[in-house]
């Protein structure tokens, strides 16, 4: 036998015009098996693959910016991130108790965990397939009587029994490599859904922590609207007092009463505002929307970032996103079964066997002379297929590129959301600054005016002028200062991390026994996932 420079084609050699007879029978199978490579697996790769037809998985390449484009920023430090336990940095004991108890209870995160369940038992399906996939026990009982017109009847005169008992067996060879493709396929499906817990368990405590923030800044908006109406009542009382000393106009007073009702009607809103961030709270956690007072009342303000925060570099996104992770293993799912459909374009061997006992009465049905059997091989091949099974390897091909396309543009969309978040946080910090400036200087002009009103030296309007900058500047302060927490909470998530959280999962607290809030019905134990090969491994379910 000679092969040509193509491991694709091979030829018999012209000065050996007896070869095949020589060969014998084993050497004319691994001819057919070299020519049945030929068809769309090279030989080299089909040994190089271990015995299996299809592509090797190969990761895409990711397109992953070199550096941050605020590299320089003061605030920013390209070293290492702790991004475990993120939500730490902010110094808030309940915020902390409020990720735990979203981690054990929320609903959404128990779903994620019942599909990585799914995904474990379809892994099981497909390696059940690398073993005999028949194997039936039978067995029959069958009482015959011949019509005495019939040719037999002289024959057998009397009804006969028969008794039969055995088993058959079944098993297709993986000789291409179809199951265990498909058990990549499962592998990597099983490592997607782990990612797609992580994800959920990201983007978890991202909203528990947002809404946490949403909370702090609706009572820190009721805080300084509630201290305005002090002061307006305050202003509103001197104008009164003035207007009945014949120092004033009523308009002195009606105006007092305009801005004391205009910031009176906005403090429901606000009530109205941190009611719903406290009930989308409720739902994070997995429970009916009732009241949280009992663990919220603490005031503990807005949540205070770090001077400085650690981002890395960009091409950790990689490695931190679980999203990330998720698409490039939907990838290595998808090249696995381009295998899988390039298996059908070669014959499927099987061995197959059926053994039982034959007799015409129960007691005779165990003796040996009972036994009979076949056993052999056997193969199929889906020829006559008009261009099906070829189409369908086009089929696989074509959604493989898709996903590989898809996860390329993951990695673009993570670090495009890691910018965002990064630039949001910087100018939020510098907005802060400027906006706290603005409000006290509102604040001391509101000083100085009611001091020159009361005084007679100046007149009612700068009076509503200046307390209605001081709301609006107040009020905006919360608003920012709330913006350059829930940036930073953005650029935590747009970092990937929180999700080590079920690596060392966090001991019960006593949410419930403090009268705090009752506890919904506890979740299947998520510690018990499995984790990916970049984690520790986790007790099996």
């Known amino acids: 036998m000679q092969f040509s420079g193509d491991s694709s084609k091979f ?64 605030n920013l430090n390209i070293g290492p991130v702790d991004e475990a336990a993120w939500w730490r940095t902010f110094n808030d004991p309940v915020l902390d108790v409020l990720v735990e108890e979203a981690y054990r209870q929320n609903l959404t995160l128990r779903v994620a965990g019942l599909r990585i369940m799914e995904a474990r038992a379809q892994r099981a399906i497909a390696a059940g397939n690398l073993f005999p996939q028949q194997q039936q026990a039978t067995g029959d009982y069958t009482r015959t009587g011949i019509s005495q017109g019939s040719r037999f009847g002289a024959i057998f005169n009397d009804p006969y029994s028969t008794w039969t008992l055995g088993g058959n067996l079944a098993w297709e060879l993986d000789f291409w490599g179809r199951f265990r493709r498909a058990v990549e396929a499962a592998d990597a499906n099983l490592d997607a859904s782990v990612e797609n817990y992580d994800d959920v368990l990201v983007l978890l405590i991202a909203d528990v922590a ?33 207007l009945r000393e014949g120092a004033t106009t009523r308009l002195d007073v009606t105006q007092a009463q305009t801005d004391l009702s205009n910031t009176e009607a906005s403090i429901p809103i606000l009530e109205a505002s941190r009611r719903q961030a406290a009930n989308r709270l409720c739902i994070l956690l997995g429970m009916p929307p009732q009241n949280l007072d009992g663990i919220l009342n603490e005031t503990r303000g807005i949540p205070k970032t770090p001077a400085q925060v650690a981002v890395g570099i960009p091409a950790e996104l990689l490695r931190r996103r679980p999203d990330v992770r998720r698409a490039e293993r939907e990838v290595a799912a998808q090249s696995a079964m381009i295998g899988v459909a390039t298996s059908e374009l070669y014959p499927h061997f099987s061995i197959g066997g059926t053994i039982y006992l034959d007799a015409m009465s129960f007691d005779d049905l165990f003796d040996i002379n009972s036994i009979a059997g076949n056993v052999g091989p056997a193969f199929n091949w889906n020829i006559l297929n008009y261009g099906r099974l070829v189409n369908n390897i ?98 935590y998530r747009a970092l990937g991390g929180g999700w080590q959280i079920r690596l060392n999962a966090p001991a019960p607290q006593a949410f419930a026994a403090a009268g705090q809030a009752p506890q919904a019905a506890a979740p299947p134990q998520t510690a018990s996932l499995p984790a990916p090969p970049r984690a520790a491994p986790l007790p099996q379910l």
């Not at 947002?210 to 509630?226: C, F, G, K, P």
């Open 11 to 74: 030829a018999l050699s012209s000065n050996s015009p007896h070869r095949w007879r020589d060969c014998g029978a084993p050497s004319i199978i691994a001819a057919t098996v070299l020519m049945l490579l030929a068809g769309c697996t090279s030989t080299r790769e089909y040994f190089a693959n271990g015995f299996k037809v299809g592509p090797n998985y190969c990761r895409p390449a990711a397109p992953v910016a070199e550096s941050w484009i605020d590299t320089e920023a003061a």
């Open 210 to 242: 947002q809404s946490y923030t949403d909370v702090r800044i609706a009572e820190q908006r009721l805080a300084y609207a509630r201290e305005n109406v002090r002061i307006q009542q305050g202003s509103l009382r001197i104008a009164q007092d003035r």
């Open 394 to 491: 086009r089929v696989q091909d074509a959604r493989f590129q898709q996903l590989a396309v898809q996860y390329q543009n993951t990695v673009l969309q993570a670090n495009a959301e890691a910018e965002n978040a990064l630039v949001g946080f910087l100018k939020a910090q510098q907005q802060v600054r400027s906006v706290a400036q603005s409000a006290e200087a509102a604040r001391q002009s509101v000083e100085i005016v009611m001091t020159q009103y009361q005084e007679g030296k100046s007149d009612f309007n700068r009076v509503f002028t200046v307390q209605r900058v001081l709301t609006q500047q107040q009020d905006q302060l919360a608003i920012v200062e709330g913006s350059v927490a829930q940036n930073l909470i953005q650029l």
